[in-house]
């Protein structure tokens, strides 16, 4: 399979595994990981006065405004994604997914595929409350399904694991009514432009990656 230089997008809602899979297509693609919600929260933790207004709007579990957002794209984009890109969290809003469109047109490295992870929102709720990650280097663990080693450390480097703030239930259940009004639209807008492909991402993340890998295949040959 043909893996290098994948211009891709991971979408689907909150906690259906797009980090952990863009993590997994990066170590066998060898392509840039584009997380505007890692890039967010950098920002935030670097006290930035983009990061620190971003961090308003994702404690509560809102979308943080286009603009801010398209910029911080780009900006990675331009920087990384010439050896190839998987975006994760990005487009969220049919706003962002033209302007994409635009970015990359100029760039000339149009996406080849949008892979719309599907699960069941009940199994959403449960892997973004279990959900625990480094607050040193940012390791994702789960409670069930991914615990780390000792209780509350992290394998890579010990560091204190922590539950996000937008992971408690209140912020939770926030986000993934703003997915349905927000985010879903993004979903026709791929189809119509035949890029759209759907991916059962209920099963574990080993199991959901190889379904990713033979896509990739098929699309890539
Ligand atoms: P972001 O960080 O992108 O959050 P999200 O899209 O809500 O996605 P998550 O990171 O919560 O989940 P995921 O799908 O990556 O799942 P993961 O692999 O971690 O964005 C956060 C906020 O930033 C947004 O709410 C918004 O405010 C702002 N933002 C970001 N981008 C934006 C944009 N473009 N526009 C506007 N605002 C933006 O997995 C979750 C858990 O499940 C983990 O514990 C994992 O170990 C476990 N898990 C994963 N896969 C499996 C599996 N197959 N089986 C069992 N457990 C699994």
């Known amino acids: 399979m043909a893996k290098n230089g ?9 906690g259906v595994g797009k980090g952990t899979q863009a ?7 060898g392509a840039a990981h584009i997380s505007t919600g890692d890039a967010l929260r950098k920002a935030a933790a670097e006290g930035t006065a983009v990061g620190l207004k971003a961090k308003s709007y994702m404690d ?11 910029a911080i794209a ?9 050896r190839g890109f998987i975006l994760d969290g990005f487009p969220r809003t049919v706003v962002q997914a033209r302007a994409l469109d635009e970015a990359l047109a100029q760039l000339a490295m149009p996406l080849q595929v949008v892979v719309n992870l599907q699960a069941p929102e009940e199994e959403l709720v449960r892997r973004l409350s279990g959900r625990r990650v480094c607050v040193k280097c940012g390791e994702n ?4 399904s991914k615990p780390p080693t000792a209780a509350g450390a992290c394998d890579a480097c010990g560091g204190e694991l922590a539950q996000r703030d937008d992971d408690k239930p209140e912020a939770i259940r ?3 009514g703003v997915y349905r009004e927000k985010t879903a639209p993004v979903i026709d807008y791929y189809a119509d432009r035949s890029v759209l492909r759907n991916v059962d991402a ?7 990656f190889r379904k990713i890998e033979s896509l990739l295949g098929s699309i890539r040959g």
């Open 6 to 14: 994948v211009r891709m997008a991971l979408f689907g809602p909150p």
């Open 141 to 144: 663990y789960h409670l069930e």
């Open 60 to 70: 509560r579990g809102e979308l943080v405004p286009d603009e801010i957002v398209i």
């Open 74 to 82: 780009k900006d990675i984009l331009g920087r990384e994604g010439r």
């Open 174 to 176: 926030n986000r993934l």
């Open 23 to 29: 993590a997994l297509i990066r170590e066998s693609a």
């Open 202 to 208: 209920s099963g574990p993340a080993d199991q959901v």
